[in-house]
Antibody, heavy 124, light 108 residues
């Protein structure tokens, strides 16, 4: 059973860089797209971006200028960096695997499984 | 961006009730629509993918219908463990996934 667990500092100072990792156990990260998502307290889910194990990545335009994702196949993990953070970046951050099926030459994808999430607070 | 609008935003119901949550997309997304359940302090859990396919292990009282731009999630015979927040999510645009704003299902 594939399991994900986000890890990283729980607090980051404004203007600094938020860095999280998501080691994957129970299966290889190879051959999948992996996404990062976040959820401010009491609010809905926001997709941050996705990365394939080849390193190809796609970011949400609203965050693209500040986000970098990476893959480390030797450690079987993915990583997220968000720079120049503000209080608006305070949220629970999740990593998730994109699972899906090919139908009519298109991939239908959904998020499963998810990590447990980690709260990152931006505060001085 | 593909906008997803869920209704209602909140819903009160009793154990044993049947409830339906709707999700409307701002354009045709065929059946690239997934549903998740989230309980407080927990990660979202996949319930239904491709608009109507029940994820393995999810009780059969959950069902999804729809195609194009209009979708719905129905829970028949509500159980205590079903009180949670539900989100729809589109994967039609894999360069910008989006979610509905959520529907909070509370006990009446």
């Amino acid at each position: 059973q594939v399991q994900l667990q986000e890890s990283g500092p729980g607090q980051v100072k404004p203007s600094e860089t938020l860095s999280l990792t998501c080691p994957v156990s129970g299966g290889s990260i190879s051959g999948y797209w992996w996404s990062w998502l976040r959820q401010p307290a009491g609010k809905g889910l926001e997709w941050i971006g996705r990365i394939y194990t080849s390193g190809n990545s796609v970011y949400n335009p609203s965050l693209r200028s500040r986000v970098t994702m990476s893959v480390d196949t030797s450690k079987n993990q993915i990583s997220l960096k968000v720079n120049s953070v503000t209080a608006a970046d305070t949220a629970v951050y999740y990593c998730a695997r994109e699972t899906g099926r090919l139908s009519n030459s298109r991939w239908h994808l959904w998020f499963d499984p998810w990590g447990r999430g980690t709260l990152v607070t931006v505060s001085s | 961006d593909i906008q997803l609008t869920q209704s209602p935003s909140s819903l009160s119901a009793s154990i044993g009730d049947r409830v339906t949550i709707t999700c409307r997309a701002s354009q045709n997304i065929i059946n690239f629509l997934n549903w998740y359940q989230q309980k407080p302090g927990k990660a979202p859990k996949l319930l239904i993918y491709d608009a109507s396919t029940l994820q393995s292990g999810v009780p059969s009282r959950f069902s999804g219908t729809g195609s194009g731009a209009d979708f719905s999630l129905t829970i028949t015979s509500l159980q205590l463990e079903d009180f949670a927040t539900y989100y729809c999510q589109q994967s039609y645009s894999n360069s910008l996934y989006t979610f509905g704003q959520g529907t909070k299902l509370e006990i009446k």
